[in-house]
C-alpha cells in the first residue's frame, strides 16, 4: 500500500497471458489453424434449460436484484451442495451468489479486512489471483502446501484449491482436516476454491469440499468455499458463481459488496438456479471433459512427456524436463498454444498446463498433431 492508504499497483505482476503473444501468432500460422489449449475457456453449448431461464421472466424485472439474491436461489444452491457433494448442514442464508469467482477470489483479502501485517497463505502451484487478492489488500503472502515454515505470523487467509488449477492435484481429507485445525488454532479464515469439484475425472477418492463433514465435522466456522459454474454449465460468459460456509462470514461479506454495489442481475441469478437444479447436463458435460482428457494424456505421453497429478479438474500438467516456455513454443510450431508452469508459481518452471477445453474437432487436431 502506499503511504496514502491507496493500492499500489505498480507491485502487481504483469497479466500472465498477454506474454504469450507471440507464440499465440506462432501457433496462428500453423496450416491447420491454432488449437487453443492455453486457457479454460469453455467452448460447449450452454444447456438449453440455463438459457430458458436467462431468457424467460426474469429477464422482464426492470428493478435492480439484491446482492443476496432471492431465497430460492440460494435455497436451490444449498440443496445442490447436499445432493452433488454430500455437503450436510448447507444454509441457505450462508450463501451469496458472486459475479463470477475471480472477482471474489481477487478481493476476498479486502473483504476481510486483510492489510498490512497479515499474511496469505496460498498453495506452492496456484492460480496467479490469489498472489493478485493478497497484493491488492497489501498483505504478505506465502506459497506453502504444507503450512510448514510460517511461524508465529499473523495469518489471516488460507487459500485451498482442490482438484487444482494447473496439477490436477486432489488434496486428501487428512490433509484438508489438518489445514483447517491448523487455521482455526490461528483465528485464520480457509477458503477453499472448488471451482473444478464437480470434474472428479477419474481421481479415487473422489475430492471433497472443505464443507463436507468429513473434513470439518459439520461445523462450518471460518470455513468459505468458492464455486463456480463456469465449467461444470459453461457459463463463463454469464459470470455466475457463488460463496458458501460460516453464515457470520457470508453476512460480512454480503454487507460489503452491498455497498460497493456488487450485484449478479437478475437474469443471471434465475439461471443459475436453473443449472444448480440441473444434475444431466453436469454428467453429460464431466462426460465429456473425461473423454478429452483421454485422447490428450496419451497423445502427450506418446510424445514423451511425463504427466504429474491431473486425475481430476480441466487440465493436464506435463513436462518434458526442460524449460516450460521451451515447450510451450515447441508446441506452437505445431498449431497447439497452452500455458507456461511458470505462470503459477517459481515450482513449475518445467511444466506446461494444457486444457481440455476445446472442441472434439479441435482436440482431435492437437492428438493428431502432437502423435506424429
Not at 55 to 64: F, L
Not at 129 to 139: F, I, K, N, P, S
Not at 150 to 158: D, E, H, K, M
Request: proline share 8%; charged share 20%.
Amino acid at each position: 500500500m502506499s503511504s496514502a492508504g491507496t493500492v499500489d499497483r505498480t507491485g502487481l505482476p504483469d497479466f500472465p497471458w498477454d506474454s504469450l503473444a507471440g507464440d499465440q501468432e506462432l501457433a496462428r500460422a500453423h496450416p491447420g489453424g491454432i488449437v487453443d489449449l492455453s486457457i479454460g475457456t469453455p467452448v460447449d453449448p450452454v444447456p438449453a434449460v440455463v438459457r430458458a431461464a436467462l431468457t424467460g421472466p426474469a429477464a422482464d424485472i426492470p428493478g435492480y436484484p439484491t446482492t443476496y439474491g432471492p431465497a430460492s436461489l440460494r435455497e436451490a444452491i444449498a440443496d445442490s451442495l447436499s445432493r452433488r457433494f454430500g455437503i450436510t448442514g448447507a444454509d441457505p442464508a450462508a450463501v451469496l451468489p458472486t459475479i463470477g469467482s475471480k472477482e471474489l477470489i481477487a478481493w476476498l483479502p479486502t473483504l476481510l479486512g486483510l492489510g498490512a501485517g497479515d499474511l496469505v497463505v496460498i498453495p506452492e502451484l496456484a492460480y496467479p489471483t490469489y498472489e493478485v487478492g493478497a497484493r491488492l489488500a497489501g498483505a504478505d503472502f506465502v506459497r506453502s502446501d504444507g503450512l510448514l515454515g510460517i511461524g508465529p505470523r499473523r495469518t489471516g487467509l488460507v487459500w485451498l484449491n482442490s482438484p487444482s488449477n494447473p496439477t490436477g492435484r486432489v488434496l486428501p481429507v487428512d490433509h484438508l482436516r489438518k489445514v483447517v485445525a491448523w487455521a482455526r488454532e490461528r483465528g485464520a479464515v480457509v477458503a477453499s476454491d472448488e471451482c473444478y469439484l464437480g470434474l472428479p475425472g477419474v481421481a479415487d477418492p473422489a475430492p471433497t469440499s472443505v464443507l463436507h463433514p468429513d473434513v470439518c465435522d459439520g461445523d462450518h466456522t471460518g470455513l468459505l468455499a468458492v464455486h463456480s459454474l463456469s465449467k461444470t454449465s459453461n457459463l463463463a460468459g454469464y459470470r455466475a458463481a457463488f460463496v458458501a460456509g460460516d453464515r457470520a462470514l457470508v453476512s460480512r461479506l454480503l454487507e460489503i459488496r452491498k455497498h460497493a454495489g456488487l450485484i449478479v442481475p437478475h437474469p443471471v441469478q434465475a439461471a443459475m438456479a436453473a443449472a444448480v437444479a440441473d444434475d444431466a447436463h453436469v454428467d453429460a458435460q464431466r462426460a465429456i471433459y473425461d473423454a478429452r482428457r483421454v485422447r490428450l494424456r496419451a497423445a502427450l505421453e506418446s510424445r514423451g512427456m511425463r504427466i504429474e497429478h491431473s486425475e481430476a479438474g480441466l487440465y493436464l500438467w506435463a513436462t518434458e524436463g526442460r524449460p516450460g516456455r521451451d515447450t510451450v513454443h515447441g508446441l506452437a510450431e505445431q498449431g497447439v498454444l497452452v500455458a507456461p508452469g511458470e505462470f503459477y508459481g517459481p515450482a513449475g518452471d518445467e511444466f506446461v498446463r494444457v486444457a481440455l477445453s476445446a472442441s472434439d474437432e479441435r482436440i482431435d487436431a492437437a492428438v493428431e498433431r502432437l502423435s506424429r
